[in-house]
Nanobody, 125 residues
Framework: QVQLVESGGGLVQAGGSLRLSCAAS????????MGWFRQAPGKEREFVAAISWSGVGTYYADSVKGRFTISRDNAKNTVYLQMNSLKPEDTAVYYC??????????????????WGPGTQVTVSS
């Protein structure tokens, strides 16, 4: 069983930055691919970014490419999402997720096995 807890959300003005963190339980965190997803009111949950277990491979949605950076620290069992140049359309609940035992890094909701409760990010215009 893997438990995930996000932190770092909040209210920020457009153009500002936030860094989200996701702390994971378990001794095998370094073997999980990790992802960030988001869900705005009335919309489906969507992929934001993902990182391979080694940290070598990173993947981004087109809407955040060049503004967001995903990283991980396996010694701390933590994955991060640095969000710069935030826009009002980035407003959503952000979730981190763990993918266990897959052959490739997933970019779809159904590919992930464990989820955190989410953290709210609100970007004001």
């Amino acid at each position: 069983q893997v438990q995930l807890v996000e932190s770092g959300g909040g209210l920020v003005q457009a153009g500002g930055s936030l860094r989200l963190s996701c702390a994971a339980s378990g001794r095998t965190f370094s073997s999980y691919d990790m992802g960030w997803f988001r869900q705005a009111p009335g919309k489906e949950r969507e992929f934001v970014a993902a990182i391979s277990w080694s940290g070598v491979g990173t993947y981004y949605a087109d809407s955040v490419k060049g503004r967001f950076t995903i990283s991980r620290d396996n010694a701390k069992n933590t994955v991060y999402l640095q969000m710069n140049s935030l826009k009002p359309e980035d407003t959503a609940v952000y979730y981190c997720a763990a993918e266990v035992g897959k052959l490739r890094v997933g970019v779809r909701v159904y590919e992930y096995d464990y989820w955190g409760p989410g953290t709210q990010v609100t970007v004001s215009s």
